[in-house]
C-alpha cells in the first residue's frame, strides 16, 4: 500500500516536471517568435540576442533541460521569450540585449544548477551583428557550478556568433532536383562552348583561365565561387585603388568601365559566359540555379540588418535582380529583391525566373 502511493506521488511529479518542458513553445513557434523580433530589432535599429542552451543527448539530457525550464520561469524578464530550438536545445530571446548582457544571464542561471545536475553547453548569438556571420567558437560550460564561477572569461573573450545561421531556410527537395537536372544536362550541352571560351582566354592572355572567390552562401558560410576569368591577374591588388570610382551604392563593387578587363573579358561579361562555371558550384551544391547572387565575403558582411536575410536562402546564378535593368536599381532595392525571394520560394516562381533570364541576358540587362 505504502509503495504504490509512493509510486503514485513520484509519477505526479516526473509528470510536472515534463509538464514544464511541454509548456515552452513548440521549435516552429519559437522560430516564428524569432522572426518576429528580427522583424522588430530591422525597424527598431535595436538589437537583440538569443541564447542557447543545448544537451549532447536527449534522454540523459532531460534533467538538464528540465531544470532549465523551471530556472526560466523564476529568471527571466516578462519580454524574454524562451521556447525549443530543437530536440536538444532551448533557446531565451532576450530583447534590447547585447551579448555581453546574454552571457550574464547564462552564468546566472548555470550558477543556479545544484551539483548532482550537469550543466548544458551555452551559446550566444546576437542581431544584428558587426562582424564576419560564421559562427565562431562556441562556449561549453562546466560540469561543476564552482568551475563556471572561476572559469568567467572576459567580455572581450566570449564567444558571440552571428544569428544569421539561425535563420537559414532548408533547401526544398525540388529545387535540389532542380539543381541537379539543370546543372548536369548544361554542363554536358555547353562543353562545345566551355572549350570555345577556354580557347579565347588563353590564346588572348597570361594567366589561368578560371578566377575563384570566396563569397558567402547561404547562412553567411563562405564556399569558392567559379568564373571564367575576365580581368587581368593581379585585378584584386588593383580594386582598392580603383574604390573612388565605384559606380555602385552601397558595399558592392562595380565600374561600367573597369580598366581591369580585358577585351575579351567583355564580351565574356555582356554575354554572361564569365557565369557558366558556377553550374558546378551548383552541382556541388554551393549554389542554387535560382537565388541571390553571392557576394564576395567582406562585402557581404557590410549587409546589416534586414540586408542579411539574403543569406537566409541558398544563393544562385540568377534572380529577381538579374532581369531587371541593373542601372536603373539601387543597391537597397537590390537587397529588397533578394530579402523577398527568401521569404517565398515556389517552382513556379524559380521557373519564371529561369525563362525571363533568356532575354535580359540577350537584351544586355544584366550589365
Known sequence: MITTVFQNLLDIVRFREDNVLQRLPASKQFRRMLERERARTDRSGDEFSLLLFGVRDWRSGRVTLRYLARLFGQRLRITDEAGWLDSRHLGVILPSTPGWGAWTLADDLCLRFPEHVPLPECRVFVYPSHWPSEPTDTRRAETQTSEVQDARP?????????????????????????D???????????????????????????????????RSGRGGKPFRMLKFRTMVTDAEAKK????????????????????????????????????????????KGDMS?????????????????????????????????????????SFDDWMRMDAAYARKQSFWRDLRLLVETVPAVVLGKNH
Open 154 to 178: 572576459s567580455e572581450g573573450r566570449r564567444a558571440i556568433g552571428s544569428m544569421t545561421s539561425q535563420f537559414v531556410r532548408r533547401l526544398p527537395m525540388w529545387k535540389r532536383g532542380l
Open 180 to 214: 541537379v537536372l539543370g546543372a548536369s544536362v548544361g554542363l554536358v550541352l555547353l562543353l562545345p562552348l566551355f572549350v570555345a571560351v577556354v580557347l579565347s582566354i588563353k590564346l588572348t592572355s597570361k594567366g589561368p583561365v578560371f578566377f575563384t572567390q570566396m
Open 240 to 283: 582598392q585603388s580603383l574604390q573612388i570610382l565605384n559606380e555602385r551604392q552601397g558595399p558592392a563593387f562595380k565600374i561600367k568601365d573597369d580598366p581591369r578587363v580585358l577585351t575579351v573579358g567583355r564580351w565574356l561579361r555582356t554575354t554572361s559566359l564569365d557565369e557558366l562555371p558556377q553550374l558546378w558550384n551548383v552541382l
Open 289 to 329: 540555379l535560382v537565388g541571390p547572387r553571392p557576394l564576395p565575403c567582406d562585402e557581404s558582411e557590410a549587409c546589416l540588418g534586414w540586408r542579411s536575410r539574403r543569406l537566409d536562402v541558398t544563393p544562385g546564378l540568377t534572380c529577381t535582380w538579374q532581369v531587371r535593368d541593373r542601372s536603373e536599381v
